[in-house]
């Protein structure tokens, strides 16, 4: 062998650091988080403008151009109102011409409306693509990612992230492309008309509503995002607690706890309830404030049009127009602080998605890798050292080999590294020092895809989808055949249990497989991997959790899946690896002994230790056993209680 070395009172949690503005935000501070948002933009319109995808860049194209149009079209409309009530003053007494404006005036508000459809019709598929294929490809990021960041993530947070995220992009196209960038158009436009056919100083009051209106709504909006943020985040709280109970169904009941389970989400749903009444009342500040900006600078247009009528330089259909094209601005403007809040948090959304996806893997493959190539599945660790912190030594000068289509087994007392082995050989992560080899190819040379599809396992804790036994067994290889999964159940001696249920192999197994008996998705565990007909096979105590009697029944299904094949078998119970070709016994993260069964015996070692333990455990049950077989039934019914 080669010997080289290679409770109420709970604090919300942490928003995540790339993802908050600070409370008291100095200057430089907000010119970071102004970047990050600049950059979050960034990352989105490479999805808006898709590369290889023409007929999704003509349909952005021509939302703009119909964008466009409508708020030309939108700036039109007041002329008709100007020309309408011209028409109806004494100097120009024809009916006919009102009559002429008022239907165009109609037949233009439904251009306008039937503009609007086009382009949300134009958009809307660009826009899911644009959804689609940020939260694919951050979905995929995340099964990329190591088994150390899914043992710590907390999932209902995760998937309240990923949610808000997602919502986040259809959010930013919404209210950034199709409501702050047509205001601006539209006031543009609008100065522009008020200084060339009136005066500068209407375009002036104009832009000077406008400019302090947005700037008052941006500054108390800022302010009361703390308030906003803090909603959000009670929000997160209550929905990450109600998961997390939910999840743990079975535990909540074993103890008696839903009292207490609905004690902790109603302290999270009240203080969720104070965040938003906090968020209201500052709501209810802005809302005072845009008024008064905005009455301030309609009154000063309405003298001056008022003004120049009295004085003979504008009709009163001019001063309609005005005061049209100042209401007109007013009706996004009057959403401009919800809108704002919306695309902050919109960008804080994605920004915390796009965060995510730039975590990078801990386990990654090295460029060039090569598949796996599978020979005689041969496995060896050579003097492997692997801690998960920097000052927690797990594995300690670990050697040990298994030849093609040999059984080794794996016992130790607790915390010894045994399912560590199991880990580092699927490469969830990769060792400190030393090599693990299949075949003479270092794990780390070859590729993750290929090394996973080479090994098979059957854990100790069989989780299983929310899907039919169908969908279970056939997760060992999409695509397999009925006659296939029937075969794979018949090898794991669970075919006849499926076909006596209602429904067969269409039965659902429920949340994580509770409707199934710990035997029972054992037995579906290793039909999956049967289907999956891997060479090397991973045998991660997948019977100690089973009574006696299942586990016999298991084991057999067991001995004839990993028959021809290399193992490992990580052990609890003795009894079940007797025959294994060697055994290795772990302490502290060492191989303190090696050898069969009968050898490790005759040392008097830890090994003998733990067996002639568990024999005396397994004398016991059986005396117990036999008790209870000679007590006739009714003997304890016909004693008489005691008397209290």
Request: with cysteine.
């Amino acid at each position: 062998m080669a010997r080289g070395r290679g409770g109420r009172s709970e604090r919300p949690r942490r928003q995540p650091k790339a993802a908050v503005l600070p409370l008291t935000a100095g200057t430089d501070e907000k010119v970071k988080i102004s970047k990050r948002h600049w950059r979050t933009l960034a990352h989105l319109l490479p999805y808006l403008w898709p590369k290889g995808r023409s007929d999704l860049k003509v349909r952005v194209a021509a939302a703009v151009v119909v964008m466009i149009l409508a708020k030309v079209v939108t700036v039109w409309m007041p002329f008709f109102y100007k020309g309408a009530i011209d028409a109806l003053t004494p100097q120009h007494a024809l009916i006919a011409a009102p009559v002429v404006l008022i239907l165009g005036l109609g037949l233009m508000r439904l251009v306008t409306s039937g503009i609007q459809q086009v382009r949300d019709s134009l958009f809307v598929r660009v826009g899911q693509y644009a959804q689609r294929a940020i939260s694919v490809e951050t979905f995929t990021h995340l099964h990329q990612l190591s088994l150390r960041f899914h043992l710590e993530r907390r999932t209902g947070g995760l998937s309240r992230l990923l949610e808000r995220g997602a919502n986040a992009i259809d959010t930013l196209l919404r209210w950034l492309i199709f409501n702050i960038v047509p205001t601006f158009i539209e006031l543009g436009l609008v100065c522009t008309i008020l200084a060339l056919r009136f005066s500068p100083a209407y375009a002036l009051v104009t832009g000077a509503t406008v400019i302090g209106y947005v700037a008052f709504t941006l500054v108390v909006t800022e302010w009361r995002t703390k308030y906003y943020r803090d909603m959000v985040a009670k929000d997160a709280e209550a929905g990450t607690r109600a998961i997390d109970s939910l999840i743990n169904f079975e535990t909540v009941k074993y103890f008696g706890n839903e009292k207490w389970e609905a004690e902790r989400y109603d302290a999270s749903a009240a203080a969720y309830a104070r965040a938003v009444e906090k968020s209201t009342n500052t709501l209810a500040v802005l809302n005072a404030g845009q008024a008064l900006i905005f009455s301030l600078g309609m009154t000063a247009l309405m003298l001056m049009a008022g003004f120049d009528v009295a004085a003979g330089r504008a009709t009163i259909g001019d001063f309609v127009l005005i005061n049209t094209f100042l209401l007109q601005l007013s009706q996004p403007l009057n959403m401009l602080g919800f809108v704002y809040r919306e695309i902050k948090q919109g960008l804080i959304d994605m920004e915390r998605m796009f965060s995510l996806r730039e975590i990078a893997p801990e386990v990654a493959d090295r460029a060039g890798a090569s598949d796996l190539r599978v020979k005689g599945a041969h496995i060896e660790f050579d003097y492997v050292d692997f801690r998960y912190d920097p000052d927690r030594e797990i594995l300690k000068d670990v050697s040990f080999e298994i030849r093609p289509g040999q059984r080794v087994a794996v016992v130790g007392p607790s915390g010894a590294g045994k399912s560590t082995l199991a880990r580092l050989l699927f490469r969830f992560y990769d060792v400190a020092a030393g090599r693990i080899l299949i075949d003479g190819q270092d794990l780390r040379d070859v590729s993750q895809e290929s090394l996973r599809r080479a090994i098979g396992t059957v854990p100790q804790d069989t989780v299983l989808f929310n899907d039919t036994i169908r969908y279970n067994i056939a997760y060992g290889r999409p695509g397999a055949s009925e006659a296939e999964i029937v075969a794979a159940a018949k090898v794991a001696q669970i075919h006849e249990f499926v076909a006596s249920l209602p429904l067969g192999y269409e039965t659902l197994v429920g949340e994580r497989g509770l409707k199934l008996s710990g035997g029972e998705k054992q037995r579906v565990a290793i039909a999956r991997t049967v289907l999956k007909a891997p060479p090397i096979l991973i045998l991660d105590e997948a019977t100690s959790a089973l009574d006696s009697h299942t586990e016999q029944a298991i084991q057999s299904a067991l001995e004839a899946v990993a028959r021809g094949r290399t193992s490992l078998v990580i052990a609890h119970r003795l009894s079940t690896i007797v025959n294994a070709d060697l055994i290795l016994v772990m302490e502290a993260g060492r191989i303190v002994e090696r050898g069969t069964h009968a050898e490790l015996l005759d040392a008097g070692g830890l090994y003998a230790s733990l067996w002639n333990r568990q024999r005396e455990i397994a004398e016991a049950e059986e005396r117990l056993e036999q008790i209870e077989a000679e007590i006739e039934p009714g003997v304890f019914e016909a004693v008489p209680p005691a008397a209290e």
